[in-house]
T-cell receptor, first 113, second 115 residues
């Protein structure tokens, strides 16, 4: 399967703490993307990291990519209750022409006030 | 708002009904997607319409029938569904062909319940 796999499946933390989620995948990629989904809603794109990049920042988000280990991590710093959601990684395989992304099962993050 | 709308937001139907889900994107994208999201499972890609080419997941039953009349509209026609088809159906769009992007923009989804 080309799907990414997130780890852990669920994460529960207090407001102000940092949250780290990991993603592993199996094939060569063009890029890896992280999405967020609030309960029962559509996914929202958070950040994209290309295969030739190692780290990227966006506000309180930090994404790393290790292509040798075929893994990525998403760090949310100084978490807030509003960060409670499911987080998915998605990979775009190298050579893809149809824009097909492969999603994992997601990490359910709960941030307690 | 992501620029992708879906109607209806909720749908309850019997197994003998025929209904359609509608998706519209206002982003000028050239690809549209239907996904099925069931509890505890990865997002399942059902159909892709990209650059006027249709690609389907061979595991999708024929009781699901997509239609893409133009690059902005996408439908999913449903008939004789089963209770296990109950799920959140998500539509997405993207601009295929731009190197290293293919970010997908999702609609809010249609929560389908089959009785």
């Amino acid at each position: 399967s080309q799907q990414g796999e997130e780890d852990p499946q669920a994460l529960s933390i207090q407001e102000g703490e940092n949250a780290t989620m990991n993603c592993s995948y199996k094939t060569s990629i063009n890029n890896l993307q992280w999405y967020r989904q609030n309960s029962g809603r559509g996914l929202v794109h958070l950040i994209l990291i290309r295969s030739n990049e190692r780290e990227k920042h966006s506000g309180r988000l930090r994404v790393t990519l290790d292509t040798s280990k075929k893994s990525s991590s998403l760090l949310i710093t100084a978490s807030q209750a509003a960060d409670t959601a499911s987080y998915f990684c998605a990979t775009l395989p190298r050579g893809s022409t149809l824009g097909r992304l492969y999603f994992g099962r997601g990490t359910q993050l709960t941030v307690w006030p | 708002e992501t620029g992708v709308t879906q109607t209806p937001r909720h749908l309850v139907m019997g197994m003998t009904n025929k209904k359609s889900l509608k998706c519209e994107q206002h982003l000028g994208h050239n690809a549209m997607y239907w996904y099925k999201q069931s509890a505890k499972k990865p997002l399942e890609l059902m159909f892709v319409y990209s650059l006027e080419e249709r690609v389907e997941n061979n595991s999708v039953p024929s009781r699901f029938s997509p239609e893409c009349p133009n690059s902005s509209h996408l439908f999913l026609h449903l008939h004789t569904l089963q209770p296990e088809d109950s799920a959140l159906y998500l539509c997405a769009s993207s601009q295929v062909g731009q190197l290293d992007t293919d970010t997908q923009y999702f609609g809010p989804g249609t929560r389908l319940t089959v009785l």
